[in-house]
């Protein structure tokens, strides 16, 4: 049988996409006409035997690729052991071992102890507990922008998109969002240059929030992402990163950095808030633990995981396969793929900068990011307007040329392929992305 890999999706891919729509919530769509059969490294296949370049890594969990070899022999040396013994009730070797690699790695100089759960979400939930249980506080301070997750609590903290909150009012209360240092799109609306020289989204904290809405010493944790994901893949400058840690001591506030996206060496360090010169009280991670298989992290400081037996439990949290898989992802990063993220990530910044001088929605754009986690904003002109309808079409055009790009916040479009991604296919995907930005360029009347 000879498969036409000329259609994108094809036949097969097609017909599985409508089973879907027949069975799957319909909250999980629209999503991308892409059907996967199986793939390898930073490269994948559909089922029609169309070939594609993943800049995407399953919204940058396959920090190691696809199906390495060594995290393969990990899940399956572990399954033919044990699969699950709940960790809440019974003691494993693989969950100890995990456990004291996070720690090791944790970035703060006090020891640290490690709470294992399933996903993002769910660390972030159990931060929330863990910050309100010692400090005995309620508020809760977040970001415009903000991406957390999408259960009760996590959501309450989110402030990325409407979308996402509406209809599930009232979430919990005490969680109050302020502006995110952003000073390409201000929210005080101050000049780019006036931002950049100093911000006052830290300011405004101490003499906006805490004169008119409540006082410091209620607020239990600021919470944000060290680089916003969903958001837009936004960079803050470093001293603002450092005023909140300033607050946070001033008032005995917590610190929780969300690295759920940001961290496990995507950044070209273990977690994105070591670029700022901070130490954080409680670390959320989840995304690149374990390239792929389902586990969260909640990493804090050892006197503020100081909650009583009982007081939080997860019955599939810390799975001995997704532990198995975790380890060996650890090692692999730290072996090579940290600074290969640091390597191609600048490439990659490079060949974004000089696309510029030939594509227009790039020529004002925002792009910015650190090791292999990069958004490039797209605008139609020097006002910056959101090129929202062009960023849409580059994901479609993207996957009708063979590559996976997701979108972030409004009009970005985010680059975040495995850690492992080698030059070459790097390469080829930049010029996939060229091509698509080119059509979308075209299709809006821009070139």
């Not at 005023?243 to 001033?250: F, G, V």
Request: aromatic fraction near 8%; glycine fraction near 10%; include cysteine.
């Amino acid at each position: 049988m000879t498969i036409n890999t000329s259609t994108r999706p094809g036949p097969i891919a097609q017909s599985l996409i409508a089973r879907d729509d027949q069975t799957m919530s319909g909250s999980m769509v629209p999503r991308y006409p892409f059907v996967m059969e199986r793939g390898l490294g930073a490269q994948v296949w559909d089922v029609d035997g169309n070939e594609y370049i993943d800049f995407a890594a399953g919204i940058a969990v396959n920090s190691t690729g696809h199906c390495h070899p060594k995290v393969v022999q990990a899940i399956t040396e572990q399954a033919q052991k044990f699969i699950h013994i709940a960790g809440t009730d019974y003691y494993y070797e693989v969950q100890v071992r995990l456990a004291e690699r996070l720690a090791q790695i944790a970035p703060f100089k006090e020891n640290a102890r490690v709470f294992l759960g399933n996903s993002g979400a769910e660390a972030v939930e159990a931060a929330i507990k863990m910050a309100r249980w010692y400090t005995k506080r309620q508020n809760i301070i977040a970001f415009f922008g903000a991406f957390h997750g999408r259960t009760l609590g996590a959501l309450s903290l989110t402030a990325s998109k409407v979308v996402q909150r509406n209809g599930f009012f009232p979430l919990i209360p005490g969680v109050h969002h302020v502006p995110y240092n952003n000073p390409y799109r201000c929210l005080h609306g101050r000049e780019q240059s006036q931002c950049e020289a100093h911000c006052t989204c830290a300011n405004y904290i101490e003499d906006v929030v805490f004169k008119k809405i409540m006082p410091g010493d209620s607020v239990a944790a600021i919470i944000l992402e060290p680089i916003q994901g969903e958001g837009g893949y936004i960079v803050p400058d470093p001293r603002f990163v450092q005023e909140l840690r300033a607050i946070c001591d001033k008032y005995g506030i917590l610190l929780i950095s969300d690295e759920v996206q940001a961290g496990v060496g995507r950044t070209g360090k273990w977690w994105a808030i070591e670029h700022f010169g901070v130490e954080p009280d409680i670390v959320t991670s989840a995304k690149g633990i374990a390239s792929g298989m389902p586990i969260s992290a909640i990493i804090a400081k050892e006197h503020v995981m100081s909650w009583p037996p009982g007081a939080h439990g997860s019955t599939f949290g810390g799975n001995p396969i997704s532990c198995a898989a975790a380890l060996v992802t650890l090692d692999l990063v730290e072996q090579g793929y940290m600074q290969n993220a640091v390597e191609q990530g600048e490439y990659i910044m490079e060949a974004l900068e000089e696309m510029r001088s030939h594509h227009p929605t790039l020529k004002h754009g925002r792009v910015a990011g650190k090791g292999l986690m990069i958004g490039a904003e797209l605008v139609l002109d020097e006002k910056r307007t959101p090129a929202a309808v062009v960023r849409n079409t580059v994901e479609k055009a993207a996957l009708e040329n063979g590559l996976l790009i997701l979108g972030a916040g409004e009009n970005t479009l985010r680059f975040c392929p495995p850690l492992m991604i080698e030059r070459d296919t790097v390469q080829q995907g930049l010029e996939r992305f060229d091509l698509a930005l080119t059509q979308a360029e075209r299709e809006a009347g821009l070139l």
